[in-house]
């Protein structure tokens, strides 16, 4: 079946440093992948997403570009903020299915000022 | 805008005990689902409904039940409530699966004792 795999956390960054979360993900067919992204107490809110092949997701500083040839989908982001702290999902739908979003395990990220 | 909407936001049952969780969405979204998410497991789809009058079994549908009441609302039913079943549990919405976001309520921690 359909999987996502993301690096676990947490990760421990510095105000204003390089963020990278590695996403890889198997599944049959050309699946949409996103970015949600989980603040304390609140549920999880859509970040970016790729509906196709080298598609880039972009939005508050943050991009994704969907790479079929290494199933992938990392999350970059050039130079994080204290308010970046947050769990990050990695998820992929399939066109064709009805039966929602397959979730990576989440990435707990802390930025340190 | 409301969005998607759970109640209640917090419960404590004591095994054996049912509850109904309740999700309403104002979006006039036809696909709406039901999760849970506990440590180191991301989240993992319970039931899910593809359109009014429509439910299907997710990933995790053991000791749960669900009712799509109209197209706004779909409920969460634990009849017998066991302490496997403590997680926080988030509705979600889409109009379109295939390429749009899913919306999610602000979930219910649920626990079991």
């Known amino acids: 079946g359909d999987s996502v795999t993301q690096m676990e956390g947490p990760v421990t960054l510095s105000e204003e440093a390089f963020l990278t979360i590695n996403c890889t993900y198997t599944?049959?067919?050309?699946?949409?992948l996103f970015w949600y992204v989980q603040y304390p107490g609140e549920g999880l809110q859509l970040l970016l997403k790729?509906?196709?092949?080298?598609d880039k997701g972009s939005n508050k500083g943050f991009e994704a570009t969907y790479r079929k040839e290494t199933t992938s989908f990392h999350l970059e982001k050039g130079s994080v903020q204290v308010s970046d702290s947050a769990v990050y999902f990695c998820?992929?739908?399939?066109?064709?299915?009805?039966?929602?979003?397959?979730f990576g395990k989440g990435t707990h990220l802390i930025i340190q000022p | 805008n409301a969005g998607v909407t759970q109640t209640p936001k917090f419960q404590v049952l004591k095994t054996g005990q049912s509850m109904t969780l309740q999700c309403a969405q104002d979006?006039?979204?036809?696909?709406m689902y039901w999760y849970r998410q506990d440590p180191g497991m991301g989240l993992r789809l319970i039931y899910y409904?593809?359109?009014?009058?429509?439910?299907d079994k997710g990933e995790v549908p053991n000791g749960y039940n669900v009712s799509r009441l109209n197209k706004r609302e779909f409920s969460l039913r634990l009849e017998s409530a066991a302490p496997s079943q403590t997680s926080v549990y988030f509705c979600a919405s889409v109009l379109d699966r295939a390429n749009s976001p899913l919306h999610f309520g602000n979930g219910t921690r649920l626990t079991v004792t």
């Open positions: 998820a992929l739908i399939k066109r064709e299915g009805a039966d929602g979003l397959t």
């Open positions: 790729a509906t196709k092949a080298d």
């Open positions: 599944a049959t067919g050309y699946p949409s």
């Open positions: 409904s593809a359109s009014e009058g429509t439910t």
């Open positions: 979006m006039n979204h036809n696909s």
